[in-house]
């Protein structure tokens, strides 16, 4: 590996790593810390993934006379495990839950062992607006209300209503009704209502600071809704981060699939995959981030930018996507899609235990 300003005056085949950038119109440069370069990536041979403008990449080529470098095969940086993480980042908490000690996560991963019969049901895009949204939540209330182990854990994620929460939404006090309904609907389930708790993350949609991530919880018009009937029902932020026993979740509600196949500067490589899901885990995983597009594109707050990282690698990462729901696990991470629940009626349950999740339906 040698740094990019150290091209200049030199030939032959060099790798090199840097970040893709568009500093012209139509033009892409690779830059690091020391200089940036414009590349030719028309002849590249690339691994999977989806090689957007802002990604991290590492690059065999050559540096042509017109002071081009031309790129012959390139990937995304190699993936640090966990375990390697941890070790060399000893005593740094950087999930935000608090350090634990040694002797702490091995009581943690033995009570663990014992909480197989955990299950969190994930659910996306919860239209409260339709009312076949209510009738499909019924149909789960009911059913999980009469088995013998109700789950520990429901999560909603967004967006709340069919339509976009903007300037031109004027119909708030109509969603605040929709709250109420959903929180007297979950109290009449008698058994769910004291052995489950409740999760609420907004969506891209939902109301808040107009596009920027992350995104903060919905208003206290919305949550005091529910929290009449549900006083520890929790509103947080998207994303979110959970930690169970030892393991470490991570929520996300964007509909980035879509955005990273459309901002492709190059068509994604078939020869391992052709699942674009697939191709989108290996992305943020490699990238240690859960949003790698331009600011251009996806503004982020700066001093908020930490709340997306990927590192260490958690255990699990919830990609909630408006499309289909998809489960893969990759290197140690499982990705989860619980898909459209307003769509299609689809949701996951998902046993972090086990790291097993059920696609269902209703």
């Avoid at 590996?1 to 970040?19: A, D, E, F, K, Y």
């Avoid at 994930?122 to 939540?137: A, G, M, R, Y």
Wanted: hydrophobic share 40%; with cysteine.
């Amino acid at each position: 590996m040698t740094p990019l300003q150290s091209l200049i005056g030199r030939g032959g085949r060099r790798w090199v790593m840097g970040v893709i950038s568009q500093l012209e119109d139509g033009r892409f440069f690779l830059e690091d810390l020391t200089a940036a370069v414009p590349v030719d990536l028309s002849q590249a041979k690339i691994t999977t993934g989806l090689f957007v403008e802002n990604t991290i990449i590492v690059a065999e080529g050559e540096l042509q006379p017109n002071g081009t470098f031309q790129v012959m095969t390139c990937g995304f940086p190699p993936m640090e495990t966990r375990v390697v993480s941890l070790t060399i980042t000893a005593g740094l908490d950087f999930f935000g839950g608090g350090v634990i000690s040694a002797e702490e996560r091995l009581r943690l991963e033995k009570m663990e062992k014992k909480a197989l019969g955990e299950m969190f049901v994930i659910l996306s895009d919860v239209w409260l607006d339709n009312p076949e949204t209510f009738e499909k939540l019924t149909g789960i209330f009911d059913g999980y209300e009469a088995v013998d182990v109700v789950p520990s854990f429901f999560i909603f994620m967004g967006n709340f209503c069919s339509r976009s929460c903007n300037l031109a939404f004027h119909d708030f006090s109509g969603l605040c009704s929709h709250f109420n309904k959903l929180g007297l609907m979950i109290a009449s389930h008698s058994r769910i209502k004291e052995r489950s708790k409740f999760l609420f993350i907004p969506g891209p949609e939902d109301i808040g600071p107009a596009n920027v991530l992350p995104r903060p919880a919905l208003p206290k018009m919305f949550s005091r809704e529910v929290q009449k009937h549900l006083p520890d029902a929790v509103f947080c932020s998207n994303p979110c981060r959970i930690r169970f026993y030892s393991q470490e979740i991570v929520l996300f509600r964007q509909d980035l699939l879509y955005r990273m196949r459309r901002l492709c500067i190059l068509p994604p490589s078939d020869e391992e995959t052709s699942d674009p899901f697939e191709h989108l885990v290996a992305t943020i995983a490699h990238q240690s981030h859960l949003c790698p597009l331009p600011l251009t594109v996806q503004p982020i707050s700066w001093n908020h930018d930490h709340a997306l990282h990927l590192y260490p690698t958690p255990h699990t990462v919830v990609l909630a996507d408006c499309s289909e729901q998809k489960v893969f696990k990759y290197t140690g991470l499982t990705c989860i899609n619980p898909g459209s629940f307003a769509n299609d009626g689809t949701f996951i349950a998902y046993r972090p235990a086990i790291s097993e999740a059920e696609l269902s339906a209703i």
